[in-house]
């Protein structure tokens, strides 16, 4: 290549990306540099650093309550939601990975619930939850036993949320597992059936092995996902009764724009950063190992 | 052949509980949504008779007309801009040589790991200064380059073979022409993927719109219904699930629609 | 249009020397076939030439002009590939004028160009088809098309047959080389098949490991290799190679077999080359052994036979042999259509009805 033709993809590359690079400039790396720095700062009602206090709002976050009651949550949630998540839509993925008549519209519906915004997902599970017209109060009553105040029972508010969560989460998980079991070669089955081997065989030597990439995927991704949870408790809880739904992103949110606590929020948008960026190295290292194995 | 028929059966019955188990919800927000105030008070999960007044009353007494077009506005801009920002970035990644190309790719993937979550207190304070709040920029512009669109355009970018691009240099093809006539029609059904895929997720926005709003003038589809619910139509659930039926159909139809692209792109595109 | 390729060099960053002092001489009109092994440096030859890639040193002329520099589009060639290229969203005809259209040739003539290559290679009846629809031959037809439709009259093929089943190949082979000629064209033709070498060709270069090992016709290729790798190369079965040991005009093999040997008299250990179908088979002949391989092909049968050398020995002959694998048979070498090496492998010299038979050919 000569040097013009050089300089000319230079330019043009410049040119192409230069877009792209503002908007991730302005909204993405200035924030984050912006959060690091706000965090190591006593701010003011509006939210103007007012002096350097080092990791001060760090050691307040630790010894404050709230914030040990909300970062305790957070984690049980992360772990039940996604836990869940990936038992139930494995087994969705499964039982539609089989062909039969009318296969499609069943795959249709179970990956419906992709489309469902936070929003609506919250309202619907709203009404389920409602203690006196609600679809649980009904069985409750059905079944005779004691009505429970979904929402506003310390324990029984996170159990709702999780439920709306996986819910919501179920759409996406199956479609991306239900791929990953229809691209196992046929012929694996086929021997398996040669030799005779049970359903449940077949499911532990098979699938699983060979699905075992995706489910990893599939976790990261719901784990990120619910680590940035936000619209279920707005809408569900607003963090209630007493901080026992005050997931992270929640507590950020209020502590930024409700109780005009910038240092405060920062600090814990710096901790919410630092959990994602290790969960997506974790997953870039596992990739790059799969690969660097594959390619041998 | 009679074992196989009765496990076909209980595989068909199996399917079924777990799909109306799934839908439930959503049937009884339907179901709620075609009935009349007095026929939820008393209880009922079903309509005695089919109403369709909470919809009529949706568009007439609430504004969430308003609300499903400034959705419409915003999920569109910010799609044809994330379709056309990421093309162009992926372009350059995977057809032209560049001085820093590696660092700057990681860069751009780096921008996968820092969540929107943590970086609202200074995009706040950004938007608030140009001026912007209340405005379709202000939800939209955060949103407009995206590194998970550059990056699946440009592994499917990668699958144009490298004889078509020796045909076109043959021929004399510019990079526009190349770009226009080779890539982006040889990778359509990537682009058609991640531009549902983008429009859904737009569609669905919950927490910057939520920041970025504080009036009705450009207000989403998603903050009005939580607005609907915090406000006097609180219990009045025929009118609040009509609503949200009506929100929802556009996505549900994206879905139905796009399911086949969907799956192959996710599958496809995000891990490999 | 003839091409002149001039001391080519190309070094990978690694070191690893790719090409190594390319020279060769197109003639205009003629079918030219770059031939070798994978990583032979063929298609790194063809990439050069078109310019997709950079060459490190050395000049590529054509038709008298140096365009070693000048990128793709202003060398004035085309191209079919071996996965065709076409784009699956448009039309076999729209594929066909996808050149025309991008250099905005006017639409008449755009289509009484495409009529014309339709016509050429029999896809009239396709033309609004998709490639999806196409079965393979008829898709490289399409690219062939493609080329052909662009007035360049130099068109460069990268094994365009090689994903095509046998008896596709086979007719293509005919096509193309119907059209080649038909046309006048120069076609620079890559390939690792040495049928299509020999059916094709009007000259061969034969590279090994980035270097030419030789050029010529192919029958010159065949007939007289210049060392051991070309007399390989081609021949199937492959020639056989057997370490001898000539003295006072008669011939030993390491097995003790001797023969009276004197069409050249030299001596010293050699490398004898015999084409398994350079034998006759006799009861009386010198050479026995057992038949420890055997294929019948229907018009002859291929055999390997153990004559207690180092390798087994090849045997190619025209007629069906009704012995099963432990028969013992006896044939004897036409000495005088042998080839003899030295022991590094380099020719010496072939045997004598050969030369007569090479210079009939040119005479």
């Known amino acids: 290549m000569t040097k013009t033709q050089t300089a000319h993809q230079n330019l043009l590359a410049l040119l192409l990306l230069l877009p792209s690079l503002i908007i991730l400039g302005i909204f993405v790396f200035y924030p984050m540099i912006k959060t690091f720095y706000l965090s190591t700062q006593l701010t003011d009602l509006v939210g103007n650093p007012i002096k350097f206090i080092g990791l001060k709002n760090f050691a307040n976050l630790i010894r404050s309550d709230s914030f040990i009651t909300s970062f305790t949550i957070t984690l049980i949630f992360v772990l039940f939601s996604t836990v869940l998540t990936l038992f139930i839509s494995y087994i969705m993925a499964i039982t539609a990975s089989q062909k039969m008549k009318g296969i499609a519209i069943f795959r249709t519906m179970f990956s419906s619930t992709m489309g469902v915004s936070v929003t609506v997902a919250s309202i619907l599970w709203l009404f389920m939850f409602n203690p006196q017209i609600g679809l649980f109060s009904k069985i409750l009553t059905i079944l005779h036993l004691p009505q429970i105040n979904w929402l506003s029972d310390p324990t029984w508010s996170l159990v709702a949320i999780i439920g709306t969560t996986v819910w919501m989460n179920l759409g996406f998980a199956f479609l991306v597992l239900l791929g990953a079991i229809q691209a196992i070669p046929q012929d694996l089955y086929q021997v398996a059936d040669l030799d005779g081997a049970s359903w449940w065989l077949r499911l532990r030597k098979i699938t699983l092995p060979a699905t075992r990439p995706t489910i990893f995927f599939v976790t990261v991704v719901t784990l990120i996902n619910a680590f940035q949870t936000f619209g279920q408790v707005d809408i569900l809880t607003s963090g209630g009764p007493d901080y026992h739904t005050n997931l992270l992103v929640y507590a950020i949110y209020q502590d930024a724009f409700v109780n005009h606590s910038v240092g405060r929020a920062s600090a814990q948008s710096v901790i919410l950063t630092l959990i994602i960026m290790l969960f997506t190295m974790i997953q870039f290292y596992v990739k790059n190992k799969r690969e660097g194995r594959n390619a041998k | 052949m009679q074992n196989s028929r009765l496990q076909k059966n209980c595989r068909f019955v199996l399917l079924l509980i777990v799909a109306i188990l799934l839908l439930l919800p959503l049937f009884l927000g339907i179901s709620l949504s075609l009935s009349s105030s007095q026929s939820i008070a008393q209880g009922n999960l079903l309509p005695r008779h089919l109403e369709f007044g909470n919809y009529i009353k949706v568009f007439t007494n609430t504004p969430m007309a308003s609300f499903l077009l400034h959705s419409l506005i915003v999920s569109g801009m910010v799609m044809v801009g994330q379709i056309a920002l990421s093309i162009m970035a992926a372009y350059a990644f995977v057809f032209l040589n560049f001085r820093f190309k590696k660092t700057l790719f990681i860069l751009f993937l780096s921008t996968m790991m820092l969540p929107f979550e943590a970086q609202i207190i200074p995009n706040f304070a950004t938007i608030r200064d140009l001026n912007l709040l209340n405005t379709y920029a202000s939800i939209g512009l955060p949103f407009l380059a995206s590194a998970f669109g550059t990056f699946m355009m440009k592994t499917s970018f990668e699958q144009v073979p490298i004889e078509l691009k020796h045909l076109s240099d043959i021929e004399g093809l510019n990079h526009w022409q190349f770009a226009t006539r080779v890539v982006m029609p040889y990778t359509k059904v990537n682009i058609i993927t991640f531009a549902l895929y983008s429009f859904l997720t737009n569609w669905n926005m919950y927490l910057w719109p939520l920041i970025a709003t504080t009036n009705d003038n450009v207000r989403t589809v998603q903050i009005g219904l939580r607005q609907l619910r915090s406000q006097d139509t609180a219990s009045n659930w025929g009118l609040i699930m009509a609503a949200t039926i009506v929100s929802v159909i556009p996505t549900l139809l994206i879905i139905f629609l796009g399911q086949k692209y969907f799956k192959n792109g996710l599958t496809n595109g995000v891990i490999k | ?363």
């Not at chain 3, 990978?12 to 092994?37: C, K, M, R, S």
């Not at chain 3, 086979?170 to 620079?188: N, P, S």
């Not at chain 3, 370490?243 to 097995?255: A, G």
């Not at chain 3, 019948?296 to 390798?311: C, S």
């Open chain 3, 1 to 363: 249009m003839s091409i002149e390729l001039q001391h080519l060099k190309k070094t990978y960053e690694n070191g690893e020397e790719v090409l190594t002092d390319i020279n060769t001489t197109i003639a205009d009109g003629q079918f030219y076939i770059l031939v070798g092994a994978s990583g032979s440096g063929k298609s790194t030859i063809l990439n050069a030439i078109a310019g997709f890639i950079p060459i490190d040193e050395g000049t590529i002329t054509i038709n008298g002009k140096d365009v070693t520099r000048l990128p793709p589009k202003d060398r004035n060639l085309s191209m079919v590939f071996q996965n065709y290229a076409l784009m699956p969203n448009l039309t076999v005809s729209e594929n066909i004028i996808f050149g025309l259209t991008a250099r905005h040739t006017a639409k008449a003539l755009r289509q009484k160009k495409l009529q014309e290559v339709l016509d050429l290679v029999h896809l009239e009846g396709y033309k609004n088809k998709k490639p999806g629809n196409l079965s393979g031959g008829q898709r490289q037809r399409v690219s062939l098309a493609r080329a052909l439709v662009s007035d360049a009259k130099i068109i460069l093929m990268d094994e365009p047959l090689s994903n095509l089943d046998a008896k596709l190949r086979a007719e293509m082979r005919k096509e193309i080389r119907l059209l080649q000629q038909q046309l006048g064209i120069t076609v620079i033709y890559v390939t690792h098949d040495q049928t299509e070498v020999m059916t094709m060709g009007d000259q061969v270069m034969l590279l090994n490991k980035g270097k030419i090992e030789q050029i010529g016709s192919p029958l010159e290729l065949y007939n007289v290799p210049t060392n051991t790798f070309v007399a390989d190369f081609f021949g199937s079965p492959a020639i056989n190679l057997i370490d001898v040991n000539i003295e006072n005009d008669i011939l030993k093999m390491k097995n003790g077999i001797a023969m009276p040997f004197n069409w050249e008299h030299i001596n010293g250990t050699f490398k004898l080359g015999v084409r398994p179908e350079n034998i006759v088979m006799t009861r009386s002949g010198k050479m026995s052994g057992t038949i420890v391989h055997i294929e019948p092909l229907g018009d002859g049968t291929n055999l390997e036979i153990n004559l207690g050398l180092d390798a087994t020995f090849r045997v190619k002959v025209n007629e069906q042999i009704h012995l099963v694998v432990g028969d013992a048979v006896n044939f004897d070498i036409l000495l005088d259509k042998v080839l003899l090496f030295t022991q590094d492998g380099q020719l010496i010299k072939v045997g004598q009805s050969e030369l007569v038979a090479v210079s009939g050919q040119l005479a």
